[in-house]
């Protein structure tokens, strides 16, 4: 009696576990990041990463205050509009007020982004001001990155802001490092153990 119930019980498992597989209809398929350790591969990396990153075209909208800055010398915004807590200004100084889905033509015109904006108020990510090694480790970070995974870091390479950096309107210069480059630096960082250069 006891291997009768126990053989309806496992046929009656069996079919609940296939009817369950066979409803997920889902056709998303996440890759698979692999991740090998190398450190030297990763610090090398991210040395190249950095330039970008402190370079004008990024900085500026990762300032250390609420005030993003402007210009190659990274000066405190003319208007001194303020992050706001969504990160997209306050009142009636919001960015899209001068900042529009394109460029607007002509020398140094404010650059333009359908999302333009600074981080927000909750997760500020500052670049501004931060070494190699603490950039390194407040990008990993989940709780200063604004809860990035792997995954979801080496997609912001292709983020439409970040991509912008390399279409900043006449008169601005580019990051040190073309997008293609800077996006193979990323994901080397980040595949090869995502290390942080020494303080």
């Known amino acids: 009696m006891k291997k009768r119930s126990l053989a309806v019980i496992g046929t009656l498992l069996i079919m609940v576990g296939i009817m369950a597989f ?12 692999v991740v090998k350790k190398d450190s030297l591969a990763s ?64 020398l140094n015109k404010p650059p333009g982004n359908p999302n333009w904006h600074l981080p927000p108020a909750n997760m500020k990510m500052v670049f501004q001001g931060r070494t190699p090694n603490q950039l390194a480790k407040q990008l990993v970070n989940p709780k200063t990155n604004g809860n ?3 995954q979801q870091l080496i997609a912001h390479a ?31 960082w980040l595949k090869n153990g995502a ?5």
């Not at 066979?22 to 990041?33: A, D, E």
């Not at 500026?60 to 807590?85: E, I, T």
């Open 22 to 33: 066979s409803l997920n209809t889902s056709k998303t398929i996440v890759p698979l990041v």
């Open 43 to 106: 610090v090398a990396a991210f040395k190249q990463v950095y330039t970008v990153l402190m370079s004008a075209r990024c900085m500026n909208c990762h300032p250390s205050g609420d005030v993003p800055l402007q210009g190659d010398d990274s000066h405190l915004h003319a208007m001194l509009p303020k992050r706001g807590v969504e990160g997209k200004g306050l009142y009636a100084m919001k960015c899209s007020n001068c900042h529009q889905p394109t460029n607007i033509a002509g």
């Open 148 to 150: 990035k995974t792997l």
């Open 158 to 188: 292709d983020d439409g802001l970040v991509k912008a950096g390399w279409n900043p309107g006449e008169g601005r210069t580019l990051p040190p490092l073309s997008h293609a480059a800077f996006k193979k630096a990323w994901i080397t």
């Open 195 to 199: 290390y942080a250069p020494a303080k």
